[in-house]
């Protein structure tokens, strides 16, 4: 299964279950699931050594774009910060 099919599965699995499990309209659950990827993403990222880290985000803007990227790279940064401050 290429990466875009397996994000494609797990978003549609993540919104199904908020919908149908969870009580959440649609548009809402699709708008949350789409939120819960990015943070689990995210803290998967900061999981990895900051090498690692940067040649990930190259690759995920080389695969999904640069908004996607971007979106990314702006959720691990404010995880990052919230764990300085203790959050």
Known sequence: MEEKEAQEELFAERAAIREYDGGQDRATAEREARRE????EARW????????????????????GKKAADELRAEVMRQWANQREGK
Not at 37 to 40: A, K, N
Not at 45 to 64: A, D, H, I, M, Q
């Open 45 to 64: 990222v900061l999981s990895k050594p900051k090498g690692w880290r940067t040649g990930y985000l190259s690759k995920v803007e080389g695969r999904r």
């Open 37 to 40: 990827m990015l943070e689990c």
